[in-house]
């Protein structure tokens, strides 16, 4: 997965830095093995803006990893209208995102985390929407099966971001 990804995002950028883009899916791969270190979830942590920013087919991804792997990167995908406003699609990918796998939540966290921390450059405004936006998301993405208070980890990041 992670050479696909290599390609996909090659020449990308991070938003708010000039870190190479495929920097932020191998964060996230990183910090989804800390709670659950299976290869499946490792290449959808890595895998997880494919869909969304690149042009790859779902036969690409299987063809180097798995049909669950291609499951939870869907459930990832952002799929309302960038005709809508904003805040209307962040609440309708909010609403879907509350109903997606615990693996496809804990991923999701972890993916929000990586993007508050580098937000470090980001204008005020963008970070202090981005914020509000994080602290309406969270609600949403309650896991189970982990076992693990993963939210207050992110609340905490949530509530020095602006300090940063």
Avoid: W
Wanted: charged residues 30%; aromatic residues 8%; contains cysteine.
């Amino acid at each position: 997965m992670l050479a696909l990804a290599i390609k996909y995002h090659e020449g990308q950028k991070r938003k708010y830095s000039d870190l190479p883009y495929i920097a932020h899916p191998i964060e996230v791969a990183m910090r989804v093995t800390e709670f659950y270190p299976d290869s499946f979830l490792v290449d959808a942590a890595i895998g997880h803006d494919l869909k969304e920013d690149t042009p790859v087919s779902d036969e690409e991804i299987i063809s180097v990893s798995s049909q669950s792997t291609l499951d939870i990167i869907n459930e990832l995908t952002n799929t309302s209208d960038k005709n809508l406003s904003r805040s209307e699609r962040k609440r309708i990918d909010r609403e879907r995102l509350g109903k997606v796998s615990d693996y496809a939540k804990l991923i999701k966290m972890i993916d929000r985390t990586c993007n508050l921390d580098d937000l470090h450059d980001a204008p005020l405004d963008f970070k202090i929407l981005y914020l509000e936006e994080s602290k309406l998301l969270y609600p949403f993405l309650e896991i189970e099966v982990f076992h693990i208070n993963y939210n207050y980890r992110i609340s905490t990041r949530c509530s020095c971001i602006i300090l940063i």
